[in-house]
């Protein structure tokens, strides 16, 4: 199961930590994904974390704002979101693996002043 | 980044007929692995998107087998050999040789 948490409505230029916690499989041996699904939009993929941590990789859309990072101690994944903007607004979702085979029911982002 | 172009983007369906979706990269989608990491998903109405076929043509677990996936290098197709009601929603193809891109999505509805 992946669990998202952390949404909510934040002002531009604001910050955002998601979170998404994982059970019933071994999180460290898996990368991770987040994919955002902005409303009445397609699915954009985001970001990806290796198993260990190590390495990373983002949409050029928030690179140098978003950070993806984990702890395999707590099974939990997280994105650090700053200088939120506008088109941020969207449904968070995180997925399993390098090719995204298990997802979350997602969290909710709204960019608002 | 990888571009994918996904067609069409409506599909209106007869119960019963078959149904293609094609998606198409501007550049090959073979890993240095020898692999391609190409993959469609399925999204129900209000439900998180499910995928249904990895590494071009690998069903997952429990995909009815009326889903199959084909193609290579940068062309790929998702067929459903015979569309039933269950099948309306979103579908999506995804490349993850170079992770990673959505296609724009294709909204199947049944006539």
């Known amino acids: 199961q992946l669990l998202e948490s952390g949404g909510g409505l934040v002002q531009p230029g604001g910050s955002l930590r998601l979170s998404c916690a994982a059970s019933?499989?071994?999180?460290?041996?898996?990368?991770m994904n987040w994919v955002r699904q902005a409303p009445g939009e397609g699915l954009e993929w985001v970001s990806v974390?290796?198993?260990?941590?190590?390495?990373?990789n983002y949409a050029d859309s928030v690179r140098g704002r978003f950070t993806v990072s984990r702890d395999n101690s707590r099974n939990t994944l997280y994105l650090q979101m700053n200088s939120l903007r506008d088109e941020d607004m969207a449904l968070y979702s995180c997925?399993?693996?390098?090719?995204?085979?298990?997802w979350g029911q997602g969290t909710v982002v709204t960019v608002s002043s | 980044d990888v571009v994918v172009t996904q067609s069409p983007l409506s599909l209106p369906v007869t119960l019963g007929q078959p149904a293609s979706i094609s998606c198409r990269s501007r550049?090959?989608?073979?890993?240095?692995?020898?692999?391609?990491?190409f993959n469609w998903f399925q999204q129900r109405p209000g439900q998180s998107p499910r995928r249904l076929i990895y590494?071009?043509?690998n069903r997952d677990s429990g995909v009815p087998d009326r889903f199959s996936g084909s193609g290579s290098g940068s062309d790929f197709t998702l067929t459903i050999s015979s569309v039933e009601a269950d099948d309306v929603g979103l579908y999506y193809c995804?490349?993850?040789?170079?992770?990673?891109?959505f296609g724009q999505g294709t909204k199947l509805e049944i006539k």
């Open positions: 995804m490349q993850s040789t170079s992770c990673c891109t």
């Open positions: 590494k071009v043509s």
């Open positions: 019933g499989f071994s999180f460290s041996s898996y990368a």
């Open positions: 550049q090959s989608l073979v890993h240095s692995d020898g692999n391609t990491y």
């Open positions: 997925a399993r693996d390098w090719h995204a085979d298990y």
């Open positions: 974390i290796s198993p260990s941590g190590t390495a990373t």
